[in-house]
């Protein structure tokens, strides 16, 4: 079974700039979560997703953070514009249905703002 | 609200002897309790979990927790650490009395497993 997939894995950009991030969850999972891990902490759930409709998002700073859910599949995450304390790693995740069933997690992307 | 603390940032330990590492939470109603494991440069692996049923709950890699609703903890446990266990490790919480079944992880433990 391929597990979840990132692109890309690592990607520097000046601030002010615009970022995205792509993730492809396991194949049938209906959730998906994109998840912030700054440096020495644990992750904070940005967005989640059951199928194609958002369940929460109450942390993700919306004036910047967008992200979507195209056919209940992939997702992309979107930085616009930039902030240096937004340099961190982004984990997309995602777990079948169920609220007993654990969460299956990509390699990350380790973005960093300059 | 839902929260969870792992009150030690690093635990070290010699190769052999037993490992804990502590996580402690606050939900509303009964947890849904998670540890998982993050290696260098790598996501992060579901370990083992609590929903229901038996207190003592076993996992990958030989790790175990045990789940003490009058303690609100969900203590990790390894009778015999290796040096290969040294990582980051995260205690995760759900509570699924609220919708959603929102996540939320602790701040991890380092450990360090010492030859």
């Known amino acids: 079974e391929a597990g979840v997939a990132q692109s890309p894995r690592y990607k520097i950009i000046e601030k002010r700039q615009s970022v995205a991030f792509w993730c492809n969850p396991i194949?049938?999972?209906?959730?998906l979560y994109w998840y912030q891990q700054i440096l020495g902490q644990g992750p904070k759930l940005l967005i989640q997703f059951q199928n194609n409709g958002v369940v929460d998002d109450s942390q993700l700073p919306k004036d910047r953070f967008s992200a979507e859910r195209l056919k209940g599949v992939d997702s992309t995450l979107k930085i616009q514009p930039a902030k240096l304390e937004d340099s961190a790693v982004y984990l997309c995740a995602s777990s079948s249905n169920g609220d007993n069933t654990e969460a299956f997690f990509g390699q990350g992307t380790r973005l960093t703002v300059v | 609200a839902q929260s969870v603390a792992q009150p030690e940032d690093q635990v070290n330990v010699a190769e052999g002897n037993p490992l804990t590492v502590k996580c402690t939470y606050s939900v509303s109603g009964n947890p849904y309790l998670f540890w998982y494991v993050q290696y260098p440069n790598r996501g992060l692996q579901f370990l083992l979990k609590y929903i229901t049923g038996d207190n003592l709950v076993k996992g990958s890699y030989g790790f175990e927790a045990e789940f003490n609703k009058s303690q609100t903890s969900f203590h990790l446990k390894k009778p015999s650490a290796l040096v290969s266990d040294s990582a980051l490790y995260f205690c995760a919480v759900r509570d699924p009395n609220t919708g959603g079944f929102k996540t939320i992880f602790g701040a991890g433990t380092r450990l360090f497993v010492k030859a």
């Open positions: 194949s049938g999972h209906a959730t």
